[in-house]
């Protein structure tokens, strides 16, 4: 294993073959620190600890349109600059050449994923489903309801299924919770080894594919 990737858990273990793979977008697809949420907070109105999207749509039909607009054309604004990350389209070119299905999940809206897919050239049709905010009636992550929608979807069972995100608490508990296996994408990577709801750590989404492609039937000795 390269040394900039981290197994977490500190034990033996024989994590079982990978089937699906479920991909977050902003910071994992996509360089970090494109949004400032700091002043998405400030233009919806919504404080520090809670959640931005949540929050606006739990108030009246009009105030939640218009800040929702507000949000909406901040995201896109933001996302003509996007950078996307090195290695995005060979990883998920591999991944689709093994005939192992993808997903696109983003608490993004539409207009950002159609101008992710357009400056990455991935093409949509390689994530089956590709969801943003904006297609999604129910719950969307950090509700579990998402991923385990994806999983009936491909009829694949969860703990087949890996995710791959830079936040621990929007991309990887909602995964944890149904047995996937999930895999942080993280500069200071060695700082969360061992986080209940971590797998794996990864400096780079290229180490972050090299541990997908190792885990089928490989055993992972962490040293104590």
């Known amino acids: 294993m390269s040394n900039n ?4 858990a500190r034990m033996m273990c024989r994590f079982p073959r990978i089937r699906g793979v479920i991909f977050d977008m902003d910071g994992t697809l996509t360089e970090p620190g494109q949004l400032d949420f700091a002043e998405m907070r400030r233009i919806a109105d919504v404080p520090k600890g809670h959640d931005i999207i949540k929050t606006v749509k739990c108030r009246d039909s009009s105030t939640a349109a218009r800040q929702m607009k507000l949000i909406d054309d901040f995201e896109i604004q933001a996302a003509q600059t996007m950078v996307v990350m090195p290695g ?7 991944f689709a050449e093994q005939n192992i299905p993808l997903s696109l999940v ?3 809206c539409r207009p950002c ?3 992710f897919l357009k400056k990455s050239g991935i093409a949509e049709s390689v994530f089956d489903p590709c969801i943003s905010r904006d297609d999604v009636e129910g ?8 991923y385990a929608n994806i999983s009936n979807h491909w009829g694949i069972a969860t703990k087949n299924i890996a995710v791959v995100g830079d936040s621990i608490a929007n991309d990887l508990v909602p995964g944890h919770a149904l047995g996937m296996i999930t895999v942080l994408l993280c500069p200071n990577a060695q700082e969360f080894a061992g986080h209940d709801c971590v797998d794996f750590v990864a ?4 180490s972050a594919v090299h ?5 089928p039937d490989r055993s992972v000795q962490i040293p104590e």
């Open 5 to 8: 990737c981290f197994p977490a």
């Open 88 to 94: 995005a389209k060979q990883a998920v070119q591999w």
């Open 106 to 108: 983003t608490r993004s």
């Open 113 to 115: 994923v159609s101008i």
């Open 139 to 146: 719950e969307h992550k950090p509700h579990p309801e998402v």
């Open 203 to 206: 400096e780079t989404l290229a």
């Open 211 to 215: 541990i997908l492609r190792s885990i």
